[in-house]
T-cell receptor
Framework: DSGVTQTPKHLITATGQRVTLRCSPR?????VYWYQQSLDQGLQFLIQ???????AKGNILERFSAQQFPDLHSELNLSSLELGDSALYFC?????????????FGPGTRLLVL | QQQVKQSPQSLIVQKGGISIINCAYE??????FPWYQQFPGKGPALLIA?????SEKKEGRFTISFNKSAKQFSLHIMDSQPGDSATYFC???????????FGKGTRLSVIA
């Protein structure tokens, strides 16, 4: 158990809908990362937050957004869902140190868009 | 543009054998190279990591070999066991707390 929790574990929805994925980082970790894992693309970095502020952005679509709250949990919002958004979404957290921050991954949310 | 290339995509090894997975990177600013292990239905978990100031790091049956001039690094699993069957990802990251760039993964099957 990494100490990172994600809810829900599974999500089935329809095209055009909007969903919210939730992540609680390990106690004390200030950084939260979101990744998308699909069969053909592997693990793709989406976005990073540190202590409530956006820190880095990767291949995140404009239909997707995220935020980190004062209690450090984070939410990833996916809107106008398309079939191709079906994937595993992982959250990871780390304590920010000078380049030695190990990222701990949560169990993921499996999203299926029908 | 894929910054970390991983091979092979899949690997079948006999129990007790050596599993070898290779990765190559392009960005010379990368200075941290972890390997993650992922079992079905689980998130990736850090297995072992290396920095470019050493050429090899060993932890139990797992060894990373690093070749800075060739911009390549590899994972060796000695005495491979069925319990090692999982997907392995190499990754790389620049200095500071920048995001990891992952390879596409290798599915390892260790058969008895």
């Amino acid at each position: 158990d990494s100490g990172v929790t994600q809810t829900p574990k599974h999500l089935i929805t329809a095209t055009g809908q909007r969903v919210t994925l939730r992540c609680s980082p390990r106690s004390g970790d200030l950084s939260v990362y979101w990744y998308q894992q699909s069969l053909d693309q592997g693990l793709q970095f989406l976005i990073q937050y540190y202590n409530g502020e956006e820190r880095a952005k990767g291949n995140i679509l404009e239909r997707f957004s995220a935020q980190q709250f004062p209690d450090l949990h984070s939410e990833l919002n996916l809107s106008s869902l398309e079939l191709g958004d079906s994937a595993l979404y992982f959250c990871a957290s780390s304590v920010q140190t000078s380049g030695r921050a190990t990222q701990y991954f949560g169990p993921g949310t499996r999203l299926l868009v029908l | 543009q894929q910054q970390v290339k991983q091979s092979p995509q899949s690997l079948i090894v006999q129990k007790g054998g050596i599993s070898i997975i290779n990765c190559a990177y392009e960005n010379t600013a990368f200075d941290y190279f972890p390997w993650y292990q992922q079992f079905p239905g689980k998130g990736p978990a850090l297995l072992i990591a290396i920095r470019p100031d050493v050429s090899e790091k060993k932890e139990g049956r797992f060894t990373i070999s690093f070749n800075k001039s060739a911009k390549q690094f590899s994972l060796h699993i000695m005495d491979s066991q069925p319990g090692d069957s999982a997907t392995y990802f190499c990754a790389a990251r620049g200095s500071g707390n920048t995001p990891l760039v992952f390879g596409k993964g290798t599915r390892l099957s260790v058969i008895a």
